[in-house]
């Protein structure tokens, strides 16, 4: 099982979260397993998966609108 992580910050935490294609051809929707202070506009967004075997493992990324 592959669990889905985001980070905002360069030093921030992975924070779990879901996506979903949005309304765009390259529109993302992502929800936060719980709320974070300050995600603005114009942010980076990494994206990670984690599984029992690889431990963290780029798999996207995008700035946040």
């Known amino acids: 099982e ?3 992580f985001v980070r905002i910050r360069n030093l921030g ?7 979903k294609l949005g309304f765009g051809d390259c ?3 992502v929800t936060l397993e719980y709320p974070v202070f300050g995600v ?9 998966c984690s599984s029992s075997s690889i431990v963290w493992r780029v798999v996207g990324g995008g700035i946040i609108q």
């Not at 935490?13 to 996506?19: L, M, Q, S, Y």
């Open 2 to 4: 592959q669990n889905h």
């Open 13 to 19: 935490e992975h924070i779990p979260c879901e996506t």
């Open 40 to 48: 603005a506009p114009g942010q980076s967004a990494v994206f990670y």
């Open 27 to 29: 529109d993302l929707e």
